[in-house]
């Protein structure tokens, strides 16, 4: 699905390089609406890790999560007259918040296509940055027809949560080496960490990073053996207490 400006087409991120030029050009453009969050750092951890790890807290960024960065990048990357009729996007939860944030910053509407069952408290940041909220179901085929359908019938502009050359795709396609895959386990253990040792609440999805720098599979990899120093993002400050806490006790 795409946009008439290109904010939801891959095929015009495909010439977009993720290069120092377009990062700066993307962190001038979004430097006034974001928070220019802590990185920490851990004697505790190193030493049971046997690295120097520096974490960049992005749960400490507005709307709670890194997202805002693209979603500000997009949306305000637009003139007037693109977004003179608002924007558009579908998302179960930092995405559509950080959109209803941006928007608000910008002063133009912003139509948010959720699934029946995101949690309870994304729902409520959306509602709280001013998101017009249209429910789908839970399948990405749902959102996406009913995120195509509010475009058609408003002229909003489709802002994508990852497929466009002003979010995550080009970054993804241009510098990633290799994906880790972790158990639940793993992300239970590394937001554990994260809560007791950092003492900086995250949710699930925003331990994974430190998660995947503690596997094993991590640690036999040549870029574990040629580095001195890990950075790592912890994002996603928007935690649902009580499914928290139930996720840690069944770990």
């Not at 050009?25 to 920490?40: D, F, G, L, S, W």
């Not at 007259?81 to 928007?103: F, P, W």
């Not at 935690?239 to 928290?244: K, Y």
Request: charged share 25%; proline share 3%; glycine share 8%.
């Amino acid at each position: 699905m795409g946009s008439k400006d290109g904010t939801g087409d891959i095929s015009e991120a495909q010439g977009y390089a993720a290069d120092i030029d377009s990062i700066r050009e993307a962190q001038a453009r979004i430097a006034p609406y974001v928070h220019r969050t802590p990185v920490m750092s851990s004697t505790s951890i190193d030493a049971m890790v046997g690295k120097k790890l520096f974490f960049k807290c992005e749960c400490f960024q507005k709307a709670g999560a890194f997202k805002i960065r693209g979603a500000s990048n997009s949306i305000f990357a637009l003139d007037d007259e693109q977004v003179s009729k608002g924007v558009v996007t579908h998302s179960s939860g930092n995405h559509a918040a950080a959109v209803a944030l941006a928007a608000k910053l910008r002063g133009i509407p912003a139509h948010i296509v959720i699934p029946r069952n995101a949690p309870a408290c994304k729902v409520e940041n959306v509602k709280r940055y001013g998101g017009h909220i249209i429910w789908s179901d839970a399948s990405i085929e749902s959102r996406e027809y009913v995120c195509k359908r509010v475009q058609e019938e408003t002229g909003a502009v489709l802002i994508h949560p990852f497929n466009s050359k002003y979010t995550i795709r080009p970054v993804v396609r241009d510098l990633v080496d290799d994906v880790i895959v972790v158990d639940d386990t793993a992300i239970v253990d590394a937001m554990k960490m994260c809560y007791e040792i950092l003492k900086v609440a995250v949710e699930p999805s925003g331990a994974i990073g430190l998660a995947a720098a503690l596997s094993d599979e991590f640690k036999q990899s040549s870029a574990w053996h040629e580095s001195s120093k890990i950075g790592i993002i912890v994002s996603g400050g928007n935690v649902d207490l009580g499914t928290l806490w139930q996720s840690m006790y069944k770990h």
